[in-house]
């Protein structure tokens, strides 16, 4: 039988010794103050309420329903940290995230492992395209100025597109949240983002893991990542083979930064943090630099018939040299025109404030150049106002003959 004066005591003692008031006990649970009130003089909370409110007051749920702490010499896995009570009770929240109306995803959240069925009659070998990805230091700042759920769209947009450049459709995502200790509001936010990033871009979120790693990682501090698969017939696969001489390489505009170079913005956030509230084109520093990854995915699927497609790099670090590289076929070279690159006004801004080379910005950064599409000569205005439907398309080169995979001439026109 449970003693609820003695549970009500030991409330009133726990919530004195982390500082928090009634109200800010009641706002953080989202109760009434009255609620609150109500257990600290015997009535117990509802059973949902428990494992939150134990999380809150840092002590287990055995602890909380005995109304004392346990004795030091009794280790338990809540006294390193991790609560079982607490972080089931955010599983089940996260349930509703992880429902998907694709018939390929046999199981939903429980099972040991995602069930996803790969039977395509529809093409003749099918091939998997896999890959995982991360957004980066962008997350830091993500937690920082409070874009929890655009971060998760950063991550699975920049998945997506390493995939969908190589012809594949995506099919589903596993992602992994490792933390040092669980807020479960803050991941619900990104449980949440990380699910409508998927729906956007076509594919299911089957599930994954959430790592608490108290004497890992510090408290408050959040690690994302995730991994795709995709599917692709063997001969429609997209890799750069077919590049030819006399082919023309087109620009697809990128919103801003997407996920690279965060570092050298952050190093240049610590020398000049007055950039921070800076406005470029309307818009604060923040605001431009958090903008997420463009999405390229349902413009790829526009063109990814044509026959004249012959291959696409997602520019991202490394910049275009970086990137447009990996598709270029030995003895043939991609001749970039850098007076072509519209750069965009955030891409000035970091180069005229950091004093930054033309050089440091291609090898750093992507410029305003998100895509690069190789096409052939007689498609490549069929193909550029297919993109422009999406988003800015223009040409930046052709492909001839040499023994350098890249070659820029001219420069960026600021």
């Known amino acids: 039988m449970l003693d609820t004066i003695k549970i009500g005591k030991f409330i009133t003692k726990?919530?004195?010794?982390?500082?928090?008031?009634?109200?800010?006990?009641?706002?953080?649970?989202?109760?009434?103050?009255?609620?609150?009130?109500?257990?600290?003089?015997?009535?117990?909370?509802?059973?949902?309420?428990?494992?939150?409110?134990?999380?809150?007051l840092q002590v287990t749920v055995d602890e909380l329903l005995c109304g004392s702490e346990k004795c030091e010499e009794n280790f338990s896995y809540s006294k390193a940290g991790v609560d079982i009570s607490y972080t089931d009770a955010m599983k089940r929240e996260m349930a509703v995230y992880l429902k998907s109306k694709d018939k390929?995803?046999?199981?939903?959240?429980?099972?040991?492992?995602?069930?996803?069925d790969i039977d395509f009659p529809d093409i003749s070998h099918p091939v998997l395209v896999l890959k995982s990805e991360e957004p980066g230091s962008k997350q830091k700042l993500?937690?920082?100025?409070?874009?929890?759920?655009?971060?998760?769209?950063?991550?699975?947009?920049?998945?997506?597109?390493?995939i969908a450049v190589m012809g594949a459709k995506p099919l589903a995502v596993l992602d992994t949240i490792v933390c040092g200790n669980a807020e479960k509001e803050t991941i619900?936010?990104?449980?949440?983002?990380?699910?409508?990033?998927?729906?956007?871009?076509?594919?299911?979120?089957?599930?994954?893991?959430?790592?608490?790693?108290?004497?890992?990682v510090d408290r408050g501090v959040y690690i994302l990542t995730s991994s795709i698969a995709g599917i692709v017939s063997k001969e429609r696969i997209i890799d750069g083979s077919c590049i030819a001489e006399g082919d023309v390489v087109l620009g697809v505009a990128s919103n801003g930064l997407h996920t690279n170079g965060y570092s050298l913005v952050r190093l240049l956030?610590?020398?000049?943090?007055?950039i921070k509230l800076d406005k470029i084109e309307g818009e604060t520093f923040i605001e431009q630099i958090m903008k997420p990854h463009t999405p390229y995915y349902r413009m790829i699927k526009q063109i990814s018939g044509n026959r004249g497609l012959h291959g696409m790099a997602h520019i991202t670090g490394g910049g275009?040299?970086?990137?447009?590289?990996?598709?270029?076929?030995?003895?043939?070279?991609?001749?970039?025109?850098?007076?072509?690159?519209?750069?965009?006004?955030?891409?000035?801004?970091?180069q005229n404030k950091g004093n930054i080379s033309e050089d440091e910005m291609l090898s750093t950064f992507?410029?305003?150049?998100?895509?690069?599409?190789?096409?052939?000569?007689?498609?490549?205005?069929?193909?550029?106002?297919k993109v422009k439907g999406f988003y800015d398309c223009y040409e930046l080169g052709r492909i001839v003959s040499g023994d350098k995979r890249i070659v820029f001439k001219n420069h960026i026109v600021r």
């Open 14 to 56: 726990k919530r004195k010794e982390a500082q928090l008031t009634q109200a800010e006990v009641a706002s953080r649970l989202k109760v009434s103050f009255q609620a609150v009130s109500k257990w600290e003089n015997g009535t117990l909370p509802n059973i949902e309420l428990v494992a939150e409110l134990a999380h809150l």
């Open 188 to 216: 619900k936010s990104f449980v949440k983002g990380i699910s409508e990033a998927c729906a956007e871009n076509e594919c299911a979120l089957m599930g994954g893991e959430t790592s608490i790693q108290p004497q890992v």
């Open 142 to 162: 993500a937690m920082e100025y409070g874009y929890c759920e655009s971060i998760c769209h950063d991550m699975i947009n920049h998945l997506v597109n390493d």
């Open 366 to 385: 992507n410029c305003g150049v998100g895509l690069t599409l190789v096409v052939s000569k007689e498609t490549a205005e069929q193909v550029r106002e």
């Open 320 to 350: 275009i040299e970086g990137n447009l590289c990996r598709i270029i076929p030995e003895g043939l070279c991609a001749q970039i025109d850098l007076s072509c690159i519209r750069m965009l006004p955030i891409f000035q801004y970091i």
């Open 269 to 274: 956030m610590d020398r000049m943090p007055q």
């Open 104 to 116: 390929r995803v046999l199981n939903g959240l429980g099972p040991f492992a995602s069930l996803y």
